[in-house]
């Protein structure tokens, strides 16, 4: 049964992960579970007893931090990282998040954003842009705007770029990254290009072969809890037979 109920489990994810093949910055997710041997009278870790039973439980997920391949879009607003290092944003609670994904617009406000009420960070706050200026950024981060039919080159801000430990990030709900024990602080070592995303990190190829392996797999646990069933069922027959 908790076999069964793993492979149900991975297949969400791995279905979760082709969903977002496309999906730029995604970082594929990955599952991971353990066997745990039932010990003593059907309680788990107490006693000697049905040693070779084994629950099957779940750990905690993490996910594949490789960097995905970057397309170019010729787009302004467009930006991938070189590299290591993530894109610091804020949620509309105020609380700050970390992603790969530079597909920027500006919103009404005139606001630099990733999405609706997730505006993107800057190292002195948000990062505004005037309407209908030139959007420039430089490899370190640097943000500058030029009025059309003017010489004059703005530097609005810059984006704070940071490369926190892989191991302190934990994945969100909304699928933003936050660090454990508070805010990442800004590196000036991470590179940016305009004009390009980066894409996904997920292989649709070999998520197509996990989801078959754990369709199989879940076939497979749920035919031994049919096969143990019947044999419970003749076993009764048995020892009915027995007493009689």
Sequence with gaps: MTG?????DQ?????NN?????????????????AVPLRGDGEPFQGNGADTRVFN???TPGSNLTPGPIQTTGNTYDLAIKGEGMFAVRREDGSEAYTRSG???????????LGKDIVVVGTGGPINIPLN???????DGSVYTQIPGTSYINQTGKLKLVKPDESSLVRADDGLFNVSGGNAEASGSVRVVQGAVEMSNVNSAAA???MIS???MFELNMRSLTTADQNARSLTGLLSLSRV
């Design 4 to 8: 069964a109920k793993a492979a149900t």
């Design 11 to 15: 297949l969400a994810v791995t279905s």
């Design 18 to 34: 082709l969903a977002n093949a496309l999906t730029p910055g995604f970082r594929e997710m990955v599952s991971a579970f353990r």
């Design 57 to 59: 439980i779940d750990t």
């Design 103 to 113: 597909k920027f617009f500006v919103d009404q406000n005139g606001v630099l954003s």
């Design 133 to 139: 200026s030139l959007f420039q950024v430089a490899e």
């Design 208 to 210: 197509m072969v996990s």
């Design 214 to 216: 754990q369709s199989r």
